[in-house]
């Protein structure tokens, strides 16, 4: 059999957070695919879900959170049949490594995830001297040439340096040589720009598409910026309050949007070389809590285009609207809105391989 | 600098040194210039936008404005409603508290801005109990009415911040710097920590407000899609200084400073089909306790040449009302925002 031309498969996976106030269904059916060295981008508002999703791939939630059900199939390592990640005990060796050598993360903000008492170059060859059978020479060989590939200056000089004696943006460049160290096929990257600047963020941005067009991996890359995404991903996945809604290649998500909140969100963005003088649209009201999510689709209590006695009692599936377009909402079901016997709820069904 | 209609403030030349020292005995032996000689005027009723890279001192110019920090050098004329023309940077306590009433500042993070121990009453009626505007049954009224101007709910005023959403607790700060009806507000980075949705309701929150009241807004923000939507004039700083200064459309489609040009470059597009086209700009923000020789920005800078490396360019009049800190401003042609 040949192997598989996804790198990643995750289906119908919940994570729920078990706290004293109640559950929190902080990731409840989402499904997605990244293809081999291509990117998928994560887009949505903070709280739907997104790091979670990352965290339960490389299975770091920990207590009271849970993965509770689905499938995270992996084809890195056996590349035919796949390993269910969802299976594997979050403790064991073979988890950790899995972690850093097959799949990596880098973080949003660098300095909670560096260790402030090691210069940057002991973490970096700590890495690498975890997942590869390598001399401390050679870790360190190794590290100065990932500082090099992400362009860090003077990287001899560098690995000497403290996280805290540096900016930002090489904070955030020693992180992702970290992450690449050991070669991963898969690289999980939360929000990796947004806490620097548009000039920094441009470099970095630069940085990993070079880094991925070299090294071959495949990218999930989280964001809220619909600038970011336009720019790094090829498909991508909305979320919101645990759930994938819409997912596409990027030029018809951006083209011909169809979830009534993915449209939204794009035109409530000021667009920068259109100034205009009028108001922004809104979406109306503000994301639920995730301990109360509103019956039916989870979105009808701001959607414009709500349809009263469906939407607010069903919850809409994620289906094909068009070709490698798939969409959750009742607008886009066979024969439209209009009818409410079917479909019956139902745990949105996993997307065949795209 | 801007001559249309009346001015609300006037910042000349201002200064915002912090020293450096060093040993047992901190002798003094450099200083952080992270505001200097900045230049600018905000004409009333009008939104001036302020950007440039984190630590290049918009903050403290804000705070130096504000006379929230002590300024080193420079003026800050402020055409005060009541009392006419104050310099802030050398008015007495007296004339301060009184010109306070009508400058008043928005916070990046509502949730460190907000004490959390005030209900919403508190928060909001704090200032007009302390310029003695109103007490009892009319302070409560007044707080009713301020928070239905930023879209909460009156019957939420005895309620503690928390219970609040970011973007909630925002409009309370909102509603916070309103109380006293000013004329201007300082915004720093009012909706970087919001979402996207919470973003564009506070935009527009900040234009109807500027609209009803007749405010005036110094906008501080690195998002520079949110800067040139919300703004009437942008000033772009670097390292302390000002690099550039014009009204919105001219500064984004037709910039006269490289820095501006990069920042412009930079911008994360939302349309897949004309993004990765651009160029990013190299290099890192020097460190402001040691900036370069000349024009700060010659070591990143494409079009440098050997006058930039040891001469320090002035901020001049490129065009009527258009402004930049180069020694080619008038010769390069530089590219706008849709030229990339
Ligand atoms: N109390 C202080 N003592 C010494 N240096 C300071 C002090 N406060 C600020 N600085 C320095 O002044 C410069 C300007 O800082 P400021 O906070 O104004 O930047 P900013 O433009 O607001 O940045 P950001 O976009 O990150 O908010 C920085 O180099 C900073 O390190
Ligand atoms: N340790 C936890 N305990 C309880 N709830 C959590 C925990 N971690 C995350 N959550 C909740 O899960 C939801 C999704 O969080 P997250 O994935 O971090 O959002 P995003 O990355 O999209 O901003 C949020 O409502 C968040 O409050
Ligand atoms: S299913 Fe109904 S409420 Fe949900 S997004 Fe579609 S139209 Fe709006
Ligand atoms: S003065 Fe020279 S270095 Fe500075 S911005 Fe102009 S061309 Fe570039
Ligand atoms: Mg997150
Ligand atoms: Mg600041």
Redesign the pocket.
């Known amino acids: 059999m040949a192997a598989k031309s996804n790198i990643l498969e995750v289906s119908d996976l919940k994570t729920h957070?078990f706290?004293e106030q109640g559950v929190?269904p902080?990731?409840d059916g989402v499904s997605f695919q990244i293809k081999r060295g291509g990117t998928l981008g994560v887009l949505?508002?903070?709280?739907?879900?997104?790091?979670?999703?990352g965290?339960s791939i490389l299975r770091l939630v920990?207590p009271?959170?849970e993965i509770v059900a689905g499938q995270i199939r992996y084809y890195g390592r056996d590349t035919v049949n796949g390993d269910d990640l969802a299976q594997i005990d979050a403790t064991s060796e073979e988890m950790r490594q899995m972690r850093g050598s097959e799949i990596a993360m880098v973080f949003q903000e660098p300095m909670t995830s560096l260790d402030p008492l090691f210069t940057v170059g002991n973490q970096i060859m700590e890495a690498i001297l975890y997942h590869q059978d390598v001399s401390k020479a050679e870790a360190r060989k190794i590290a100065i040439e990932m500082l090099d590939k992400v362009r860090m200056p003077q990287p001899r000089e560098m690995i000497k340096k403290y996280p805290h004696q540096l900016s930002g943006g090489m904070r955030q460049r020693v992180m992702i040589a970290m992450a690449l160290s050991c070669r991963p096929k898969l690289l999980i990257a939360?929000e990796p720009t947004t806490a620097l600047d548009v000039t920094t963020e441009a470099q970095i941005l630069e940085l990993m598409r070079e880094l991925q067009e070299e090294l071959g991996m495949a990218i999930m890359f989280?964001t809220?910026d619909l600038g970011v995404i336009a720019e790094m991903a090829e498909e991508v996945a909305v979320?919101y309050l645990?759930k994938v809604v819409e997912q596409s290649d990027i030029e018809s998500l951006f083209t011909d949007p169809q979830h009534p909140y993915t449209k939204a969100l794009m035109q409530s963005i000021p667009k920068v070389g259109q100034k205009a003088d009028g108001r922004l649209e809104t979406i109306r009201g503000m994301v639920p809590?995730?301990r109360n999510i509103p019956t039916g689709c989870p979105f009808h209590p701001r959607c414009a285009s709500f349809l009263q006695g469906i939407c607010d009692t069903e919850l809409p599936q994620l289906k094909q609207s068009k070709p490698g377009h798939w969409v959750s909402c009742f607008l886009y079901e066979d024969g439209n809105a209009g009818h409410s016997s079917t479909p019956p709820p139902a745990p949105p069904q996993s997307i065949g391989e795209g | 600098m801007v001559d249309e209609g009346r001015v609300v403030l006037k910042v000349q030349n201002l200064k915002k040194y912090y020293p450096i020292t060093a040993g047992l005995l901190r002798r003094v032996v450099g200083h952080v210039k992270a505001v200097d000689d900045v230049t600018f005027s905000i004409p009333e009723r009008t939104t001036l936008g302020l950007v440039g890279e984190s630590g290049c001192g918009k903050t403290t110019a804000a705070h130096t404005i504000m006379r929230g920090l002590e300024p080193t050098g420079g003026k800050v004329v402020f055409h005060d409603r009541q009392l006419g023309a104050v310099d802030l940077a050398t008015a007495d306590k007296d004339t301060l508290y009184q010109v306070r009433r009508n400058m008043q500042m928005v916070f990046q993070d509502p949730n460190s801005s907000l004490n959390p121990r005030m209900t919403l009453l508190d928060l909001i009626g704090e200032p007009l109990l302390v310029y003695k505007q109103a007490k009892g049954q009319e302070l409560v009224d007044r707080v009713a009415e301020l928070l239905k101007h930023v879209g909460l709910r009156p019957e939420y005023m005895r309620r503690f911040p928390h219970a609040f959403s970011g973007g909630q607790r925002q409009r309370i700060g909102i509603a916070r710097a309103l109380a006293l009806n000013p004329q201007f507000i300082v915004a720093d980075e009012p909706t970087s920590a919001l979402d996207v949705s919470i973003q564009a309701q506070t935009l527009n929150l900040l234009q109807d407000l500027q609209d009803e009241f007749s405010l005036s807004y110094l906008f501080i923000a690195h998002d520079l899609s949110v800067v040139e939507h919300i703004s009437d004039f942008v000033a772009v700083m670097y390292v302390g200084k000002l690099v550039e200064h014009a009204d919105t459309r001219r500064l984004y489609h037709n910039p006269k400073h490289p820095y501006t040009e990069a920042l412009l470059s930079s911008i994360p597009r939302p349309d897949p089909t004309t993004s990765k086209r651009r160029v990013p700009i190299t290099g890192e923000l020097p460190d402001p306790a040691n900036p370069p020789q000349g024009c700060y920005f010659h070591p990143r800078c494409p079009y440098a040449e050997a006058l930039c490396t040891h001469e320090e360019p002035p901020l001049q009049e490129v065009e009527p009302g258009h402004y930049a800190a180069c020694h080619f401003a008038d010769k390069l042609s530089l590219r706008g925002v849709n030229d990339f």
């Open positions: 957070f706290t929190v902080a990731v949505g508002e903070s709280g739907c879900g997104k790091s979670v999703t965290f920990r009271p959170g939360d989280i809220h979320m645990g809590s995730p």
